[in-house]
């Protein structure tokens, strides 16, 4: 039987890590005893503290590492005893927090030394114990250790109740397509090997600051659901571009080459009254062509299929005006049986619902002789003063009448420089040469009236 030792770090409102820890064979009395790395003089004696943890009987939290991550850590709190810890550098591994967990299964079935260590080969771990029911750490995988956070994959046995995959981590929450990556690797082959997932769980418990330092720092994702980043030069045209496509308002009406600047707009995605999900855009400090789009919510967690069609949209905005996508952040999903369901479709007759089918939105700023011309143009009856910032809809065109048979053009607008005309219909939609000369039509009009179209959309029909 192989003679295993592990390694553990605890985590305290200290600087730095705490203490090392290592559970080894003792070779005295059978068994297994547990250690504290003591600095000073560099040697290990007897400790209770990593046996409290595991019972839940501890203050402060333990998480596993590698040997030479341990021999890091013992180099580090050597210095520190030295010099201090505020004086001893960076730590090699992250402290001050407690360890969360981001998602975990249980494997049932015949979980033989054979079976385990297949499982542990397979999904590149290390092995730390024997299969014993009295050990609990079995294996370990760091997934990632840097000074942002660290993520720690964590086989645990159980005996009877079989086995234990979790997903630890310290700071950071593990992104969505993380947990997912791990799902495409277990699932699998624990069907290979003849065990039952009969549990899964995610986001049972997040990472708490231990200490003050901790507490003060501002986390990039403490309340984000879904995050976007893509790549490019901006100008003022490809900026409001994306604020009339997203329907973002500045927050501030500085040039869009100052490099200071870092917030671009914020809006209210549609919601159900079950959640308020707001849209920020964001350049990224030190970097000008790193522009990044936020969602954070409050109240329930939208749909999934909801989250998944801002994702679409926001990647079509970005990606239709020339920015190229690096990556993206997404909230752990939960289990799907505590997922927000979508809210069923009203009852109503589909023959009176509206849908839009054509979108045209202006760039420039009309007065009120030039509104009165562009609507005259365009058959648009007359309605809402110019002057009236609460004002919003400046009158409509209606080419067909009848019950839930209409067919409409309507002018509105978001601000004095941010105007949309939407052409909209029930039932059956106009034919494809009546809005390709809709917009032929708003073009001229709008040349005439000094403005642009800045950008058109077109949306596929709905069936009838």
Known sequence: MAHFV???VESTPRHGPAAVYRRRPDTERGGRVDEIFAAPDGTWFGDDELWKYERGRSDWDFYGVHPDEAEQVMAWLRTAMEVGRDNA?????????????????????????????????????????????????????VLRSDASARWNLQLDYAGEQGCFLSL????????????????????PLAAELGLEIVDEQVATQPSFPYSERARAETLPDKDWLLVLWFR????????????????????????????????????????????????RLRRTFGDDDL?????????????????????EEITAAATGVGLVFERDWLRPRPTPE????????????????VHVLYRAYLEGEFTAASLDGFRDALGIGKRGRIDDDSEEYFGERVLREGENRLVRLMLSRRSATD?????????????????????????????AAGLTVGHEQRFPPKQP
């Not at 700071?171 to 791990?182: A, S």
């Not at 308002?249 to 999900?277: C, H, K």
């Not at 522009?291 to 994702?311: A, L, M, N, S, V």
């Not at 505590?338 to 619902?353: D, E």
């Open 419 to 447: 105007w949309y005309l939407s052409l909209s219909y029930q039932d059956t939609p106009p034919d494809l040469a009546t809005v390709d000369h809709i917009a032929r039509d708003i073009h001229t009009a709008a040349t």
């Open 232 to 279: 490019g030069a901006m100008t003022e045209g490809v900026l409001r571009t994306l604020q009339q496509q997203l329907g973002l308002q500045s927050e501030w009406s500085f040039d869009v080459d100052d490099s200071t600047e870092l917030e671009w707009g914020i809006g209210y995605l549609p919601n159900d009254g079950r959640y308020r999900a707001q849209l």
């Open 291 to 311: 522009w990044r789009f936020e969602i954070g919510y409050e109240g329930k967690r939208p749909p999934e299929e909801t989250i998944d069609q801002w994702h």
């Open 6 to 8: 592990s390694y553990y």
């Open 168 to 187: 630890l981590y310290v700071r950071l929450t593990p992104d969505e397509r993380v947990i997912q990556g791990l799902r495409e690797q277990v699932y």
């Open 89 to 141: 550098g960076r730590p090699p591994v992250i402290a001050e927090w407690g360890v969360g967990e981001a998602w975990t299964v249980r494997l049932t079935g015949e979980t033989t030394d054979e079976v385990v260590g297949t499982l542990i080969d397979r999904l590149g771990m290390t092995r730390r114990a024997s299969l014993d029911p009295l050990e609990r750490d079995i294996a370990l995988r």
């Open 338 to 353: 505590l997922r927000t369901p979508l809210v069923p479709p009203p009852t109503r007759s589909a023959a009176g619902q």
